[in-house]
T-cell receptor, first 116, second 115 residues
């Protein structure tokens, strides 16, 4: 149990385009989903916290108009990178926290974004 | 703001030796401390965690200790094996009425176990 999927696993796009990444909890309901960005050889940096049915909470320095987060249901959150630029190239990982009680976060497999 | 410092950044040990990674945290309200192992290009995998009401926890070759007074916690891996080679991250979760359980990660430690 507690499986989190992400789609796509890899995406290459041209500068200026938008890219949508999906995060799904497959066998549990997630109260909260988190979006992280990880540059090569660096740590996971929290971008935003997303709760179902409400606006995401963004970390300081993360542009909410550039990184659009929609948490439409208890099993799906999406991150849209708008007007992507080469500096947005990174590994984007989501995690999900269960509906009731469990503090542990379950991570998705990540999405490798390359912006040309 | 909340901060987690992790040391060392790289660690090389001989197979069979022990490895210790240390983290300190700044938020005294933190109450949950997980450790993750991440292989290249893969998702972080939880290997062990500890809550603030416990001082030590062990799971086979892996143990974690927590010193709340000093605000630091450590990962201990005994009898290391080449397959233990990976990047290890510590994290701390802050407690609070407005908190949604977000984790603050340390910088990571690249562990190399030489055969």
């Amino acid at each position: 149990g507690a499986v989190v999927s992400q789609h796509p696993s890899r995406v290459i796009c041209k500068s200026g385009t938008s890219v949508k990444i999906e995060c799904r909890s497959l066998d549990f309901q997630a109260t909260t989903m988190f979006w992280y960005r990880q540059f090569p050889k660096q740590s996971l940096m929290l971008m935003a916290t997303s709760n179902e049915g409400s606006k995401a909470t963004y970390e300081q320095g993360v542009e909410k108009d550039k990184f659009l987060i929609n948490h439409a249901s208890l099993t799906l959150s999406t991150l849209t990178v708008t007007s992507a630029h080469p500096e947005d190239s990174s590994f984007y990982i989501c995690s999900a926290r269960r509906l009731a009680g469990v503090v542990e976060q379950f991570f998705g497999p990540g999405t490798r974004l390359t912006v040309l | 703001g909340e901060n987690v410092e992790q040391h060392p950044s790289t660690l090389s040990v001989q197979e069979g030796d022990s490895a210790v990674i240390k983290c300190t945290y700044s938020d005294s309200a933190s109450n949950y401390f997980p450790w993750y192992k991440q292989e290249l290009g893969k998702r972080p995998q939880l290997i062990i965690d500890i809550r603030s009401n416990v001082g030590e926890k062990k799971d086979q070759r892996i143990a974690v200790t927590l010193n709340k007074t000093a605000k630091h916690f450590s990962l201990h891996i005994t009898e290391t094996q080449p397959e233990d080679s990976a990047v290890y991250f510590c994290a701390a979760r802050a407690r609070g009425s407005s908190n949604t359980g977000k984790l603050i990660f340390g910088q990571g430690t690249t562990l190399q176990v030489k055969p």
